[in-house]
């Protein structure tokens, strides 16, 4: 179903598939487990086979754009839950709590500097990840959501690496 949704739109926004174009930036499915990237592959060799022209492209720069979120949305949320937090610390149980409290700790001058550096790093994503294709094809997650057994031995870090793609 996705793809048939995917090859539409490819056709109405060029007219037709024979100047579509996409591109895997270099190493996208390099953390993903095996059965995300073997459906990589095969969308690729369907995209390919249907007469999409495939560009090389840079590596997306997945841990600053990470790291980069992490300041952006931590800073953002600590100013929604700031007062709330004070007033109801018994409402923010377990890593939710954890991590508003690293937040509050962030300040407006490294946020500016994260926003500065989203800045950059969307130009760079625009310039020379999409270059001159018309998609990227990527994985929207590395891996199937951990169990919560996988949560408890591996802390919040099971959870964050299913944001990698989408958080920023």
Known sequence: T???VLKSDVTKATGDRSSA?????AGAFDRA???IARAGRLLRERLASLGLAEHETAGLPLDELNRCASVVTGFEAAAIHR???SLHPGDYQGAVGERLAAAIAI???TYS???AERTRLLEYVMELCFGECDWLLLPVVNRYAPTREAVAA???AAGIELLSFKRW
């Open 21 to 25: 174009s996409f591109a895997i930036p």
């Open 154 to 156: 591996e802390g919040p």
């Open 113 to 115: 500097d994260a926003m």
């Open 33 to 35: 487990d095996e059965e």
């Open 83 to 85: 007062e709330s937090l």
């Open 2 to 4: 996705l793809f048939d």
């Open 107 to 109: 300040d407006a001058d």
